[in-house]
């Protein structure tokens, strides 16, 4: 371990019972002035695209050591609020953000002062354990830790937020509250000082919100700044947050501490009837039930509390690095007069793991999450089985027939177009089903984009790979086809090269395309692609269409396994009938327009269409990832 890094676990508590444990090595301050979000929707009665604007011109300050909510009604822009102060996304955002002082503009995609962000969904991994969770998210992000440290430091936070007793419960069986807390832990690993949870109460029971924002309070207490929108707290809920950031129609109404909040609003004219939840109160006058200006009230609230105004945020930063005893190193002159040292103080000191090290624990965990759904790939083995089965029955034989030339064409037909379609469909709807999860686990960066394709890639290339050998081993047999090694041997190469590449084409497809359109448009290619060579000779395709017969990579795999049975000079076949027209090999190729196939060729084009599809797939990703 680095010195650096040992001193920077000092500060956390790492092995050092004299500071307080979990608290993270910087404070945020996050400023923002005038953030304006508008984004041109297609209205169908105008038939054409009309500006939306979310956020009109919001302005506020949120301070380490403090929970704060981002209330207001449904549509008043909290979510869009969030994602962009996060950096999650940042889509017609203008306006201006300042962590620690120090400026990024808002339609910026870059860092938020290491901020990590707990969206709405629960993005776990349901078939790992909470254990296992914790402790592969500590191995990707703390590099520098040993594993004894890792291990301390997630029993530590597990104990933080009332986990341990869950620790080897599989994710899928923890209830909405625990995986709440899962999702807290996971980012807490790197100890963040910038946290944004977007709606952690929805959907829990008033005693599981409860302890959620309890919790939540003790984190920021610890010098973090916590932000979070909340629909609709409690009473007993609202008591714990400490300050307030509420929105209507894309204004803020209130920002400041709830403690001002009523004498705020009563400024404004608007009482909080006895015995009412302020929060409650404070939605329905965001909601316009009480019929009041809304920018007016907004307007004379921030008159009452002065203090709050953006100005005033950094001033409160020596009272609040006193109250977390802050090194002295990291004071507030020092921030607003040194830019480069803000940026690294701001940024997460936890070191992630390389890219090799990333790639062994993306397979690690691939690996524990395929043991416990292995039934997927059983059944695909077991399909693979079965049609070899079905079709070894049906064309018992027909490979050392000459009066079943044509049945066999049929079976090496159906052959590809199987392999071509469990390898597409296999995977189309891996990344679509992946893509939330993997959002949130990128964006927090736990792991670079090569890494986890590679550990993807690593499981499912193999897999196809069995799947074809099962399939082919048993039907080519069973058909009689010739065992020559030269001609077996191509014909299973091709068969799975041929799967292969389809596979890369429908993770292009599930990576590009929404998830309703993939599973409908990987077919119509395979259909598309599968009728030049089969069909349709070359000489028989309309001029506008031969484009698609050379870039058909399903036709190519099929030259190359009928080549493979048929041609190399094959002596005349047994016929066991008074006339068999293809008794002669090179007579049915020359009919079927193979009579010259380019072995190496057609290999190439399916080799370098799997290549050319996976590096699309990997440019696509990466952009839907940083796309802000
Ligand atoms: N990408 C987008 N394109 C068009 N409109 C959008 C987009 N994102 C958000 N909106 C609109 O902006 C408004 C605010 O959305 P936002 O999700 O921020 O509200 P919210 O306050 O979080 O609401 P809720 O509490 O219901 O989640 C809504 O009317 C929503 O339809």
């Not at 068999?580 to 327009?593: A, I």
């Not at 590096?615 to 990832?625: K, V």
Request: glycine residues 8%; contains cysteine; hydrophobic residues 40%.
């Amino acid at each position: 371990m680095t010195p650096g890094v040992a001193e920077d676990h000092a500060m956390v508590g790492i092995g050092n019972n004299n500071v307080e444990p979990l608290m993270p090595r910087s404070t945020v301050h996050l400023e923002f002035n005038d953030i304006n979000c508008c984004i041109n929707t297609f209205a169908i009665h105008k038939l054409r695209f009309v500006p939306k604007h979310i956020l009109k011109g919001v302005s506020g300050c949120f301070k380490p050591g403090e929970l704060t909510a981002i209330m207001g009604p449904s549509g008043a822009g909290k979510t869009t609020l969030l994602n962009i102060l996060a950096g999650y996304s940042t889509k017609g955002a203008k306006g201006e953000i300042k962590v620690n002082g120090v400026q990024i503009c808002a339609s910026q995609s870059n860092s938020r002062g290491g901020a990590r962000y707990i969206r709405q969904q629960d993005d776990l991994r349901v078939h790992l354990t909470v254990y296992e969770s914790m402790s592969l998210a500590a191995a990707l992000k703390l590099a520098d830790f040993t594993s004894h440290e890792r291990k301390e430091k997630v029993y530590e936070i597990l104990a933080l937020l009332g986990l341990s007793g869950a620790a080897q419960t599989v994710c899928r069986d923890l209830s909405g509250g625990q995986k709440r807390r899962l999702a807290v832990s996971l980012e807490l690993l790197s100890d963040p000082s910038l946290l944004f949870l977007d709606e952690p109460t929805t959907g829990l029971d008033s005693s599981a919100s409860a302890s959620l924002i309890t919790l939540l309070n003790g984190l920021a207490r610890g010098g973090r700044t916590l932000i979070a929108t909340i629909h609709q707290p409690s009473a007993l809920l609202f008591e714990k947050i400490d300050s307030v950031y509420c929105l209507a129609n894309g204004r803020t109404l209130y920002s400041g501490p709830r403690v001002h909040l009523l004498p705020a609003l009563s400024s404004a004219g608007l009482r909080c009837p006895p015995y009412h939840n302020p929060a409650d109160f404070l939605m329905e006058v965001a909601s316009g039930e009480y019929e009041v200006d809304l920018v007016k009230v907004a307007k004379t609230m921030t008159h009452f509390k002065p203090e709050q105004t953006a100005a005033a945020c950094l001033e409160d930063v020596p009272t609040i690095h006193n109250h977390l005893s802050i090194h002295d190193d990291l004071k507030p002159k020092a921030l607003q007069s040194n830019a480069k040292y803000q940026r690294s103080y701001c940024k997460s000191i936890y070191r992630s793991s390389g890219n090799l090290r990333q790639i062994w624990i993306l397979l690690y965990r691939n690996y524990l999450m395929t043991t416990r759904n292995y039934s997927l790939f059983m059944y695909r083995i077991a399909a693979h089985v079965v049609i070899a089965l079905i079709f070894g029955y049906l064309y018992f034989g027909v490979g050392s027939e000459a009066s079943s030339v044509l049945g066999n064409y049929v079976y090496l037909y159906g052959s590809m177009l199987l392999v071509v379609y469990t390898g597409k469909m296999s995977v189309t709807l891996s990344f679509p089903l992946e893509m939330d999860i993997l959002k949130g686990e990128y964006f927090n960066r736990w792991y670079n984009l090569g890494p986890y394709i590679f550990s993807i890639l690593a499981v499912e290339l193999p897999f196809q790979m069995i799947s074809c050998v099962s399939y082919v081993v048993l039907s080519y047999w069973l058909t009689d086809n010739p065992l020559e090694p030269t001609r077996a041997t191509l014909f299973l190469a091709t068969i799975v090269a041929t799967s292969l590449c389809a596979q890369a084409w429908g993770y292009f497809i599930g990576s590009t395309t929404p998830t309703k359109i993939a599973v409908f448009i990987g077919p119509v290619l395979a259909c598309l692609f599968s009728i030049f060579g089969f069909c349709l000779a070359l000489s028989d395709t309309p001029y506008p269409f031969r484009w698609l017969h050379h870039i058909s990579y399903f036709r190519a795999g099929f030259h190359v396994a009928v080549h493979s049975v048929y041609g190399f000079n094959r002596t005349k076949i047994h016929c066991a009938k008074e006339y068999c027209h293809y008794l002669t090999p090179s007579k049915f190729l020359v009919e079927m327009d193979m009579a010259h196939v380019d072995i190496g060729g057609n290999m190439a084009l399916v080799l370098s269409t799997t290549v050319l599809m996976h590096l699309l797939t990997c440019g696509a990703l990466w952009y839907r990832l940083n796309k802000r």
